[in-house]
């Protein structure tokens, strides 16, 4: 089993930056897939980034490409999200996910492949 950390959250004016990042405590961090979603009252989670077991493999969103980036940190179990530019349309709860994978250059994008979540954090831009 994992455990999952999010932090780095806040407020921010539209245009503006933030870097989530999720910490990773538990089992081995490199057997897992890791993934951010995010969600908003009323809607499905949906996906915003992914990157594979072995960090050279990552995949986006449409909403978040160019903008986001997701890395991973194997020395310090870490997986953090930069957001840049960012708009008023990407507040939301914001999800770290790990999937047990065999993988090493497996992206998940499907919610459902998941099996470790965190308690998600709040990222709020205003216009």
């Known amino acids: 089993q994992v455990q999952l950390v999010e932090s780095g959250g806040g407020l921010v004016q539209a245009g503006g930056s933030l870097r989530l990042s999720c910490a990773a405590s538990?089992?081995?961090?490199?057997?897992?897939?890791m993934g951010w979603f995010r969600q908003v009252p009323g809607k499905e989670r949906e996906f915003v980034a992914a990157?594979?077991?072995?960090?050279?493999?990552?995949r986006y969103a449409d909403s978040a490409k160019g903008r986001f980036t997701i890395s991973r940190d194997s020395a310090k179990n870490t997986v953090p999200l930069q957001m840049n530019s960012l708009k008023p349309e990407d507040t939301a709860v914001y999800y770290c996910?790990?999937?047990?994978?065999?993988?090493?250059?497996?992206?998940?994008?499907?919610?459902?492949?998941?099996?470790?979540w965190g308690q998600g954090i709040q990222v709020t831009v205003s216009s």
């Open positions: 538990g089992r081995t961090f490199s057997a897992y897939a």
């Open positions: 990157v594979s077991r072995s960090g050279e493999s990552t």
């Open positions: 996910a790990a999937k047990y994978t065999y993988s090493s250059s497996a992206i998940y994008t499907f919610m459902k492949a998941y099996e470790y």
